[in-house]
């Protein structure tokens, strides 16, 4: 009980401080800012075009995202229909993106999948660990090509070696983590033991065990997440050839992947201000003001929130979908605990 409280009052702590730094955030970004301007070019975009091609396209990278969940699921032996895929992908994005706070699509789509096929909740959370992890490869694949294509450029040469390093250091702790033999001869074992997602860890061995012994699925999964950021960004450059005129193609290629890494961090409440402030960072450096580069990031956020809205809809009139307050990370673990209580128990019988 005592630990429960105490817990309960440090995740309050944590999320009083996110907030403060959202705000603080929030105030960096907006001094910089013209609001005149701001509302110019919101006046801009909506007579352009292009920025209306670049909402139009996103419900292809919603399709394939929901194909290729898909195939992670049936290498899982989870045979789920591409229809109920395709909706459940839709609801979470709506959990994602316009409840970011509150419940992750994640939790989501693990919750009515274990309730639909109960004898293979381990293997749903695995997936969607794969889904991200291949989400992630995606992006990476996407930036490290545009940097090598631009290398003698001016934005690949601002961002080529942090990137490097962040992607170097992300390679070198999968190899740690997940090569034991590895880790042992580094002498690192007591250091991975201590740390403190040990749940999430085990997971992510189980993913890496379970996909390694099919990398056909994993690569395509790679080569699909691929697409499908390709797709997003080139919807984002759409919007921008309307709000940043001055910056390249190339330039969203390189900077918008490292973006959204660097607003995967949950340092605020659904990135509020977090990613806004990279926006402007980055596309400083391409000789985009920090209003454009605003306006470019808040148009990032309503793709994200247009396309959340059909998740909506389904969730509300969608049948068999459970009741929203149902899901709960914690109830997720609780059926997670007790099917690995239920293999011990089986290999104790054994």
């Known amino acids: ?42 006046k801009e975009a909506y007579a352009s075009g292009s920025v209306w091609l670049g909402v139009a396209l996103i419900p292809l990278a919603v399709v394939l995202a929901a194909w290729r969940w898909q195939k992670l699921l049936k290498t899982g032996e989870i045979n789920l229909p591409y229809t ?121 061995r189980q993913a890496v065990r379970l996909y390694s012994d099919q990398p056909g699925a994993l690569v395509q999964a790679l080569a699909v997440s691929v697409l499908i950021h390709w797709i997003l960004l080139s919807c984002v450059y759409l919007g921008g050839r309307a709000l940043a005129p001055e910056a390249a193609y190339h330039s969203y290629l390189v900077l918008i992947p490292a973006i959204w890494m660097i607003s995967s961090v949950p340092i605020t409440p659904g990135a509020v201000a977090w990613m806004e402030w990279w926006y402007q960072m980055f596309f400083a450096r391409v000789g985009v003001s920090a209003t454009a580069a605003l306006s470019l990031s808040l148009f990032n956020r309503f793709l994200w929130l247009l396309w959340a809205v059909p998740g909506l809809i389904i969730y509300i009139k969608g049948p068999g979908l459970p009741a929203a307050e149902q899901y709960s990370i914690e109830q997720v673990e609780e059926m997670l605990e007790e099917q690995a209580q239920g293999s011990t128990d089986e290999r104790n019988r054994r």
Request: net charge positive.
């Open 1 to 42: 009980m005592e630990a429960s409280a105490s817990k309960g009052h440090r995740h309050k702590w944590w999320w009083a401080a996110k907030i403060l730094l959202a705000v603080l955030l929030c105030w960096l970004v907006l001094r910089k800012t013209q609001l005149s301007e701001l509302v110019s070019l919101a």
């Open 84 to 204: 109920k895929a395709l909706l459940l992908t839709a609801v979470g994005n709506f959990f994602n993106h316009a409840l970011p706070s509150l419940i992750g699509g994640d939790v989501v789509k693990a919750y009515y999948v274990m309730r639909w096929q109960p004898q293979h909740k381990s293997q749903t959370v695995i997936s969607l660990i794969a889904d991200r992890m291949a989400g992630l490869g995606g992006l990476a694949i996407i930036c490290l090509a545009a940097i090598a294509l631009g290398w003698g450029g001016p934005v690949a040469a601002e961002i080529r070696w942090p990137m490097f390093l962040v992607v170097g250091l992300l390679a070198l702790a999968a190899v740690v983590l997940f090569v034991p033999g590895l880790a042992r001869g580094l002498r690192l074992s007591w250091l991975i033991e201590r740390l403190p997602f040990q749940k999430l860890l085990g997971k992510l």
